[in-house]
């Protein structure tokens, strides 16, 4: 089956740049997803189709993704930064939906 | 504005049934897919089903396929999600959610129920 491989955990100050990344086999080539999950509360979209930002998502939230690793970036941190994050593809070949492991932001 | 709200969590003995419901309103409910996805506490997002906007296809995670059934009533705009032969591991919080933007994209997601199966 197929995995997405994210780093459990990612400090950073405020007003600095977050990097998350999620990693999975020739990822380039799907579709990749991020949301964001605060303490208590329901997942959120805050990133669709690689780089895409949904309404209401800040425009300080950015996406790439190529070769084996996509990556959601977060400009001017804030405290209301702070949560868990997700990746997620639809494997087509399977027909199943996979998130990341998820990655912890924590704002210093 | 999309609205999800799930019901039917509970705690239950292992083995048990239990019937989650989503109900739904801020869009036309039988134009779309829907999904269940769980978390067990302190773990990640786990996709469990997904049924067509008709409700005549389904697909389900391997590790509830043949105790879990996904349905819908898009008369009453309700997505259902039945769960047999409960065991521990089902301990989740579990979210309807929808596939609007795209089939892909889970772009909006109830608050979620908790079911809790304990001895």
């Known amino acids: 089956s197929y995995v997405l491989t994210q780093p459990p955990s990612v400090s950073v100050a405020p007003g600095q740049t977050a990097t998350i990344t999620c990693g999975g086999n020739?990822?380039?080539?799907?579709?990749v997803q991020w949301y964001q999950q605060r303490a208590g509360q329901a997942p959120l979209l805050v990133m669709y189709n690689d780089n895409a930002r949904p309404s209401g998502s800040p425009v300080r939230f950015s996406g790439s993704n190529s070769g084996n690793t996509a990556t959601l970036t977060i400009t001017r941190v804030e405290a209301g930064d702070e949560a868990d994050y997700y990746c997620?593809?639809?494997?087509?070949?399977?027909?199943?939906?996979?998130f990341g492991t998820g990655t912890k932001v924590t704002v210093l | 504005e999309v609205q999800l709200v799930e019901s039917g969590g509970g705690l239950i003995l292992p083995g048990g049934s239990l019937r989650l419901s989503c109900a739904a309103s801020?869009?036309?409910?039988?134009?779309?897919?829907m999904h269940w996805v769980r978390q067990a506490p302190g773990k990640g997002l786990e996709w469990v089903a997904r049924?067509?906007?008709?409700?005549?296809?389904?697909t389900y995670a391997d590790a509830v396929k043949g105790r879990f059934s996904i349905s819908r009533d898009n008369a009453k705009n309700t997505l259902h999600l039945q769960m047999n032969s409960l065991r521990v591991e089902d301990t989740a919080a579990y979210y309807c959610a929808t596939n609007i933007l795209d089939y892909g994209i889970f772009d909006s997601w109830g608050q979620g129920t908790q079911v809790t199966v304990s001895p």
């Open positions: 049924i067509n906007s008709e409700g005549t296809s389904t």
């Open positions: 801020g869009f036309t409910f039988s134009g779309y897919w």
């Open positions: 020739n990822i380039g080539g799907k579709s």
């Open positions: 997620q593809v639809w494997d087509t070949t399977s027909d199943l939906y996979v």
